[in-house]
């Protein structure tokens, strides 16, 4: 089955900064690459996704990168801000109604 | 979109108990999928619930310990069976929603905060 790792576990940079997480996953049938960030006591909330038919995807301030042949993909969140500070987690999966399996979850502290 | 609830929204529990967890979206949906938090980990699936048909558990997750109803396709209760305070997690249920453009997207419910003592 299906496997992500992530990387960095913990991250912390200067308010302005950018911030780079990066995941690698196994299987290679997964086509969707969903990025989340969990507030304190919040559910996950989708920040940016990307399908395997695109090698880059950004939205404002945040850009998600896709290498299908090595299976990585990574966030790229710049110029952050003491409210990007959450608990950030990739995830992988196939869409159409297939589970999505998540990466462990990077802490991004941003210091002011 | 999809907009899901939980019930109840935390619970304390006695071990031994069990506690069944109630979710419902507001649309028709295939799939639903349950998911447990552990305090400071990630989200790992214990089982995708069908409607008509027994869930699919994931390795680690068994029926007895976690039976799954899935009556229709708007509801689906989750029950945690003789709780341990290992059992102390939030519990998440999650359904694939559309958002147009054939493109798809992962909605979560509030969760549920178990803790077992």
């Known amino acids: 089955g299906e496997n992500v790792e992530q990387h960095p576990s913990t991250l912390s940079v200067q308010e302005g900064d950018s911030a780079v997480i990066k995941c690698t996953y196994s299987?290679?049938?997964?086509?969707?690459f969903p990025w989340y960030k969990q507030e304190l006591g919040k559910r996950p909330q989708l920040i940016i996704d990307?399908?395997?038919?695109?090698g880059e995807k950004k939205d404002q301030r945040i850009a998600v990168t896709l290498n299908k042949t090595a299976k990585h993909f990574s966030l790229h969140i710049t110029e952050t801000q003491p409210e990007d500070s959450a608990v950030y987690f990739c995830?992988?999966?196939?869409?159409?109604?297939?589970?999505?399996?998540f990466g462990a979850g990077t802490r991004l502290f941003v210091k002011a | 979109s999809a907009v899901i609830s939980q019930k109840p929204s935390r619970d304390i529990c006695q071990r031994g108990t069990s506690l069944t967890i109630q979710c419902q979206v507001d649309?028709?949906?295939?799939?639903m999928f349950w998911y447990r938090q552990q305090p400071g980990q990630s989200l790992t699936l214990i089982a995708t619930?069908?409607?008509?048909?027994?869930?699919?558990?994931e390795s680690g997750f068994v029926i007895d310990k976690f039976p799954i109803s899935r009556p229709n396709l708007t509801f689906s209760t989750l029950t945690v069976s003789n709780m341990s305070p290992e059992d102390s997690s939030i519990y998440l249920c999650?359904?694939?929603?559309?958002?147009?453009?054939?493109?798809?997207?992962?909605?979560f419910g509030p969760g549920t905060r178990l803790t077992v003592t």
């Open positions: 999650s359904v694939e929603g559309g958002k147009g453009q054939g493109e798809y997207e992962q909605y």
């Open positions: 299987d290679s049938a997964s086509n969707y």
């Open positions: 990307i399908r395997s038919n695109v």
């Open positions: 995830a992988a999966s196939i869409t159409g109604g297939f589970k999505t399996i």
């Open positions: 649309s028709q949906v295939t799939m």
């Open positions: 619930a069908n409607q008509g048909s027994e869930a699919t558990y």
